[in-house]
């Protein structure tokens, strides 16, 4: 490798790593803000038109997370899968590579959707609201079911893309933690797949704000080999 490429090589891992943590940072104030100022209290109790009329009153709160925690996590996501593609590649997973970062670049599409989805759909529910209360309701419930759908319902194809990622690690060191970790992190995404396994949506989230943490710091130490990932 010349040393032009080397530096293109360094630049694009400083860039991967701070896209890695931004995304820890993402998740982070993601689950602060649905679990604290945007979670009612004794919501279980209301009926969906009163969940529907208190996210109506935060709509630019609720647009505002969903833009961080899906359009800005998505973008960063593809600077990290490029990353991460060079990363494993030159360490010679370039065949593992070939399969892993699609799943990357396609889990990005899809959170990308979801929150563009959010933003548009939400402005056009609080119209419909404001005109037609009788059809506001169930343009809202098609629109949450659309959304998660695209982007958390089922964390399949996250927990492909962190799954395979953590194989590649292992590759270099069968003693890494981060790899473990990895493995641990996807198999949750992928097992949300089962419907009885759903829950573990919320361990697959929780992983992966320390994992998207040690990869960033990792890959942000541009002297160093390959940590698992």
Not at 94 to 121: C, H, Q
Request: glycine share 12%; aromatic share 8%; charged share 15%.
């Amino acid at each position: 490798m010349g040393v032009e490429a080397k530096q293109s090589h360094k630049r694009l891992q400083t860039w991967g790593g701070a896209a890695a943590l931004f995304q820890a940072l993402s998740y982070i104030v993601g689950f602060v803000a649905i679990g604290t100022w945007l979670k009612p209290e004794n919501a279980e109790s209301w009926d969906a038109a009163r969940k529907l009329a208190f996210v109506l009153e935060r709509q630019t709160a609720f647009q505002a997370v969903n833009l961080l925690v899906y359009v800005a996590f998505g973008l960063a996501l593809v600077l990290l899968t490029s990353a991460l593609h060079e990363r494993y590649r030159a360490a010679g997973s370039e065949d593992l590579m070939r399969v892993t970062t699609p799943f990357g670049y396609i889990w990005a599409g899809l959170v990308i959707a979801s929150g563009m989805l959010a933003s548009v759909g939400l402005p056009a529910v609080a119209m419909l609201q404001a005109k037609d209360p009788a059809l506001a309701m169930p343009v809202w419930q098609v629109l949450t079911i659309l959304q998660r759908g695209l982007g958390g319902g089922v964390e399949v194809v996250g927990g492909v893309w962190v799954l395979l990622l953590a194989i590649a690690g292992l590759r270099v060191s069968r003693t890494s933690a981060l790899a473990w970790l990895g493995l641990l992190c996807g198999s949750c995404g992928v097992l949300t797949l089962l419907p009885p396994l759903r829950d573990l949506g919320a361990v697959f989230g929780i992983t992966q704000i320390v994992w998207f943490a040690a990869i960033g710091i990792a890959m942000l130490r541009a002297d160093r080999g390959p940590s698992g990932g």
